[in-house]
Nanobody
Framework: VQLVESGGGLVQDGASLRLSCAASGRAFSAYVVGWFRQTPGKAREFVASIDWRSDSIYYEAVQGRFTISRDNAKNTVYLQMNSLKPEDTAVYYC???????????????????WGQGTQVTVSS
């Protein structure tokens, strides 16, 4: 499976962005997709995950500001990011699990396929 992220950019504190993760090479609807982020010198950090039923979980620091969703017809998962803060600055990656019909997960090691990442920069 190939995952391609898009939608990153440079925005000001308080602005919004919507990231997209487009999948190809695998039937999409049965799989968990997650978003993670990473800044230089730090470990990759969980952001949000959505399962095949569209149940979702979030990192506490983004709960209420970020929303993950999926459009199975378009093989795409979205991350709507509102009220962005400078500390949200990172490279954002989407990832997909290879197991079907399992729940969302915050653990990066259960994801088998990763995109190349998209940069999000929030200026103060």
């Amino acid at each position: 499976v190939q995952l391609v992220e898009s939608g990153g950019g440079l925005v000001q504190d308080g602005a919004s962005l919507r990231l997209s993760c487009a999948a190809s090479g695998r039937a999409f609807s049965a799989y968990v997709v997650g978003w993670f982020r990473q800044t230089p010198g730090k470990a990759r950090e969980f952001v949000a995950s959505i399962d095949w039923r569209s149940d979702s979980i979030y990192y506490e620091a983004v709960q209420g500001r970020f929303t993950i969703s999926r459009d199975n017809a378009k093989n795409t998962v979205y991350l709507q990011m509102n009220s962005l803060k400078p500390e949200d600055t990172a490279v954002y990656y989407c990832a997909m699990r290879s197991l079907k019909y399992v729940g969302a997960s915050s653990h990066s090691d259960v994801y088998d396929s990763w995109g190349q990442g998209t940069q999000v920069t929030v200026s103060s």
